[in-house]
């Protein structure tokens, strides 16, 4: 009796069964691409609304389910919107009005600034050690000037096109100024019942092993948007200061950018530098190395001391992995991939790990060919 043809079995060869058949659904998807342009547009219309309601879900959860142990659910979610509208509203009338100032103040300067900065490298070049780096043109005056003068043209470019960007994010805040706050009111009160409903879906010899996963990822992300908010708030607040102590142009203004820059990993501080950098070249060279100097010492605070007891190491994610991540999905994504990539990446880690881990533990032992002939 001739035994039957099988197909191999082995790790590798599934692995590799899946990438093809990833890669020719893809393929798929691109020759019909007209099919899917709909949903993708419903999913871009959807996606930062909800992106939005889970961060602030995991900032409020904690107030809300300490308040509910002594008060109803709905009180305390009403009461914890109030508490949030009252902060709000001090920032909007204390912090917000020196910001707004400053931002128009560093907009009508900035030609002024562009103009410094210019002078500087003009006078730069004119040092021997600069001029000894070529022999050819490159630091001329004439070229410095051509370079920079296109370098501002670039710039003002850019600037009109994040207007027009700006324009269409103003636009899509208020649609979720609408929508935000009853998709997270939902999930504030509904969000318990949520691990229920999909446990219902699981085959049942699977919901132990998932429930698991979701509790898992439900704590390292709670862990990592607290953590970042925090640390955030302490970069912000300790490059503010330091501004202040250099007596840095724009002290408020540009610690708010490095409040908001330090939610990408590791490369936060280099894109808080940039513009402080660029401003403090105006002042004097020296304060240009100060601000080097504030952004590392604050960098180091809060990485090294504030970092490690709030966030722990939650997500298990290893740096070289992080700076990868954040390189690669930015230069395709921008911004906001640099921002998402590491805890979607923690999340994906987590289940494929609990994937492994469960078909290691349930592998069913290989049962002895009986058609082969016996040992002796």
């Known amino acids: 009796?001739?035994?039957?043809?099988?197909?191999?079995?082995?790790?590798?060869?599934?692995?590799?069964?899946?990438?093809?058949?990833?890669?020719?659904?893809?393929?798929?998807?691109?020759?019909?691409?007209?099919?899917?342009?709909?949903?993708?547009?419903?999913?871009?219309?959807?996606?930062?609304?909800?992106?939005?309601?889970?961060?602030?879900y995991y900032i409020l959860r904690p107030p809300v389910r300490l308040l509910s142990k002594w008060l109803p659910l709905s009180l305390s979610i009403v009461i914890v919107y109030l508490v949030m509208l009252g902060f709000m509203y001090l920032f909007s009338w204390l912090i917000w009005p020196p910001i707004r100032v400053q931002s128009m103040n560093l907009v009508e300067n900035f030609p002024d600034i562009v103009e410094t900065v210019r002078q500087w490298l003009l006078n730069l070049q004119k040092h021997e050690w600069v001029r000894s780096i070529s022999t050819d043109e490159t630091f001329s005056s004439q070229n410095l000037a051509s370079q920079l003068s296109t370098t501002l043209g670039d710039v003002l470019n850019s600037v009109v096109g994040s207007v027009r960007s700006l324009i269409n994010i103003m636009m899509s805040f208020f649609l979720m100024l609408g929508l935000v706050p009853f998709i997270i009111y939902y999930m504030l009160s509904e969000g318990d019942k949520f691990p229920s409903a999909v446990l219902k879906l699981v085959p049942s010899h699977l919901r132990e092993e998932t429930h698991a996963a979701?509790?898992?990822?439900?704590?390292?992300?709670?862990?990592?948007?607290?953590?970042?908010?925090?640390?955030?708030?302490?970069?912000?607040?300790?490059?503010?200061?330091?501004?202040?102590?250099?007596?840095?142009?724009?002290?408020l203004l540009l610690g708010l950018i490095a409040a908001i820059t330090n939610v990408i990993p590791y490369l936060g501080p280099v894109f808080a530098s940039v513009p402080a950098i660029i401003v403090a070249?105006?002042?004097?060279?020296?304060?240009?190395?100060?601000?080097?100097?504030?952004?590392?010492?604050?960098?180091?605070?809060?990485?090294?001391?504030?970092?490690?007891?709030?966030?722990?190491?939650?997500?298990?994610?290893?740096?070289?992995?992080?700076?990868?991540?954040?390189?690669?999905?930015?230069?395709?994504?921008?911004?906001l991939g640099m921002i998402i990539v590491v805890p979607l990446y923690a999340i994906l880690k987590i289940i494929v790990i609990r994937i492994y881990q469960f078909n290691k533990n349930n592998r069913i032992p290989k049962q002895p060919d009986l058609l082969s002939p016996p040992r002796k």
């Open 1 to 56: 009796m001739e035994r039957g043809i099988h197909m191999p079995q082995g790790k590798w060869f599934r692995i590799g069964y899946g990438i093809i058949v990833i890669l020719l659904i893809a393929y798929l998807a691109k020759r019909v691409d007209y099919l899917f342009n709909p949903i993708g547009a419903v999913f871009a219309a959807l996606f930062i609304p909800v992106l939005v309601s889970g961060m602030f």
């Open 281 to 335: 070249l105006t002042v004097s060279p020296i304060d240009a190395v100060w601000v080097c100097v504030v952004i590392v010492v604050a960098n180091q605070i809060e990485s090294n001391i504030v970092s490690p007891r709030i966030m722990g190491k939650q997500l298990k994610v290893h740096p070289l992995t992080i700076m990868l991540l954040v390189l690669g999905v930015g230069a395709i994504i921008g911004p």
């Open 214 to 251: 979701m509790k898992e990822i439900d704590l390292s992300m709670g862990s990592f948007i607290m953590g970042k908010l925090i640390t955030s708030l302490v970069m912000g607040t300790l490059a503010f200061i330091g501004y202040l102590i250099i007596d840095l142009p724009y002290p």
